[in-house]
């Protein structure tokens, strides 16, 4: 199923449900070139055949401009040109490091991603941020700037190793959180291997989740306002992850749960067992015994930081998200 989406800055084709094989039939081969990671092209680079293919090392760690400049270089050796689309098939950081790469390349070329991650196609792909990793500072380089097309296939998820999957879903349960009391509700009554399990409903739930990103995002591309809203659980999250390098998802579910106990204090909310208990279900840690004044010093150069202030985003309720400017003093009480 083909839908395109406008946003301010371009329009987004997303393919739904299509083998990645059909790929050919609305682009060029001979005009395209893939990069991948080596353990998504060691798994399924039979679907490769007719495409160049640059390989980068998987994982966060390598999401850095030593790699950006490889990827030029070998980009360059393949002769690409203002004509070629390049391609990102994978997790987030392949999708985050191909959006930056064909953003500068030759002043910037053209890009579509293949999704192959929970993560990246409820989350990463979409919207159009993309960057680079300098030290501890997660995507503190980057631009705005959105993919030609999002092409989802399934099938490439049966490749997708446990830990990738809890790491999604704490994805789909901040979407819920912020946005969609009902979702919340239907991930309680159900495992992740449910979800595993059956394709429709996990199609569906995909659906959801493309749909309240894309719709935000449509709100506020450029991040002035509501677009925050999506960094629920990152603030602390981010500062955690890249201190202690721990993945993605189980960071921002130790962010979110830090984020309910602010929210308790600060907005009157009510749900935090609530929302532990489900990041418990689906594997996620609700806690960690971190470092404060490490994790504050990081959070000092957080993009969401405004003087003395960081924009918080804080619950409600289960579905209603709100942004308030937190001081760095009322934040220190939750990191002692
Ligand atoms: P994220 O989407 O969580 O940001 P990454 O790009 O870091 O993820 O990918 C997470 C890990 O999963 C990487 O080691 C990557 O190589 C691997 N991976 C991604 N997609 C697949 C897949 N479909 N099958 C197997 N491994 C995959
Ligand atoms: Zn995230």
């Avoid at 959105?146 to 399934?154: L, R």
């Avoid at 594997?283 to 924009?311: C, E, N, R």
Wanted: proline share 3%.
């Amino acid at each position: 199923m083909k839908k395109t989406v406008q946003f301010s800055s371009a329009p987004v084709t997303f393919y739904f449900d299509v083998a990645f094989a059909k790929l050919r039939d609305v682009l060029d081969p001979a005009s395209a070139i893939i990069l991948t990671d080596e353990n998504i092209f060691s798994k399924h680079k039979k679907y490769l055949k007719e495409f160049q293919v640059i390989v980068m090392p998987a994982g966060e760690a390598n999401k850095t401009q030593k790699t950006v400049d490889h990827i030029i270089l070998q980009l360059i050796e393949a002769g690409a040109d203002r004509n070629t689309t390049l391609i990102g098939l994978g997790g987030g950081v392949v999708t985050d490091i191909t959006g930056y790469v064909a953003g500068i390349y030759m002043r910037g070329i053209s890009f579509g991603f293949v999704p192959t991650t929970i993560l990246a196609m409820v989350d990463a792909a979409i919207g159009g941020k993309n960057g680079i990793d300098v030290g501890v500072y997660k995507n503190i380089a980057g631009l705005i700037r959105q993919p030609s097309f999002i092409w989802y296939d399934y099938n490439l998820l049966s490749t997708l190793p446990n830990e990738e999957w809890i790491n999604g879903f704490a994805e789909v349960i901040k979407h819920a959180c912020i946005k969609d009391r009902k979702m919340f509700v239907a991930l309680q009554q159900q495992k992740l291997s449910f979800w595993k399990r059956d394709r429709v409903s996990l199609a569906k739930l995909i659906r959801q989740n493309v749909d309240i990103k894309v719709k935000v995002v449509q709100q506020d591309e450029f991040e002035k306002a509501d677009r925050k809203l999506l960094n629920f659980g990152h603030t602390f999250g981010h500062a955690i992850e890249n201190l202690y390098g721990i993945p993605h998802g189980h960071s921002i579910s130790i962010g979110m749960g830090i984020a309910c106990k602010i929210s308790e204090k600060l907005a009157g909310f009510k749900e935090t067992e609530s929302i532990l208990q489900l990041l418990k279900q689906y594997g996620l840690p609700p806690s960690f015994a971190f470092d404060g004044g490490a994790t504050m010093k990081v959070m000092q150069a957080d993009k969401k930081k405004q003087g003395q202030a960081i924009h918080f985003i804080l619950l409600e309720k289960i579905g209603k998200a709100l942004i308030k400017p937190v001081s760095f003093a009322d934040l220190s009480e939750f990191t002692a």
